[in-house]
């Protein structure tokens, strides 16, 4: 199946700091979204994002399909960013969401 | 839009009692999953049903987990005998299509005994 790799596991922010998080997958998709797990375990939808940039607020995120990678940008971070950020990808002949295993992220005031 | 709907939101249990896990998927959409989080081998694909019909149980871990879809607005994910290593989180999911954002519930948060 498809690979999912997200870097870097665990990242550690000063509030108002920017960070730049990765995901890199081993083939083409058809559907590429980032969720944000907060400290309750809610897994919350941020983009859906199979190639192309969008933005939402603080957040954005762009997904270089033909390089297969995908970069969530945080800026101007707060503590309510803290949490586990996912990638997870749909490869182009399959349905199955696969996740990579996320990576960190603490906020400190 | 509610949004996907799980119940218990907590189930704790001692090891060889039967567990329901409840979901109901947002209304319309055609497909449903159930994942399974654990810190060893993070969230893990269950089954897929696409229009109430199983597509692919190949995650379902042995024969002690089955799940149902008897229609488009309620699925159920029992475990029967349970272990105390099914302890997990249980998530729903659903989405329009099979190849459109997935939405999660909440989780069920299963602890075995």
């Known amino acids: 199946g498809i690979q999912v790799e997200q870097s870097p596991p665990d990242l550690i922010l000063q509030e108002g700091a920017n960070s730049t998080l990765r995901c890199n997958f081993s083939?083409?998709?058809?559907?590429l979204q980032w969720f944000h797990q907060n400290p309750w375990g809610q897994l919350i939808n941020l983009f859906y994002?199979?190639?192309g940039t969008k933005q939402n607020g603080r957040l954005s995120a762009t997904t270089v399909a033909t390089e297969r990678y995908s970069l969530l940008y945080i800026s101007s971070s707060q503590t309510t960013d803290s949490g586990v950020y996912f990638c997870?990808?749909?490869?182009?002949?399959?349905?199955?969401?696969?996740f990579g295993a996320g990576t960190t992220v603490t906020v400190r005031a | 839009d509610a949004g996907v709907i799980q119940s218990p939101r907590h189930e704790v249990t001692e090891m060889g009692q039967e567990v329901t896990l409840r979901c109901k998927p947002i209304?319309?959409?055609?497909?449903l999953f159930w994942y399974r989080q654990t810190m060893m081998r993070g969230l893990e694909l269950l089954i897929y049903?696409?229009?109430?019909?199983?597509?692919?149980d190949s995650g379902m871990p042995e024969d002690r987990f089955s799940a149902k879809m008897p229609n488009a607005s309620f699925s159920t994910l029992k475990i029967q005998p349970s272990e105390p290593r099914d302890s997990a989180v249980y998530f729903c999911?659903?989405?329009?299509?099979?190849?459109?954002?997935?939405?999660f519930g909440n989780g069920t948060r299963l602890t075995v005994t």
């Open positions: 999911a659903s989405s329009p299509t099979g190849n459109s954002p997935l939405h």
């Open positions: 083939d083409s998709v058809n559907n």
């Open positions: 994002i199979p190639s």
């Open positions: 997870a990808v749909v490869s182009s002949n399959d349905y199955k969401l696969s």
């Open positions: 209304s319309g959409h055609n497909s």
């Open positions: 049903f696409n229009n109430n019909v199983p597509i692919d």
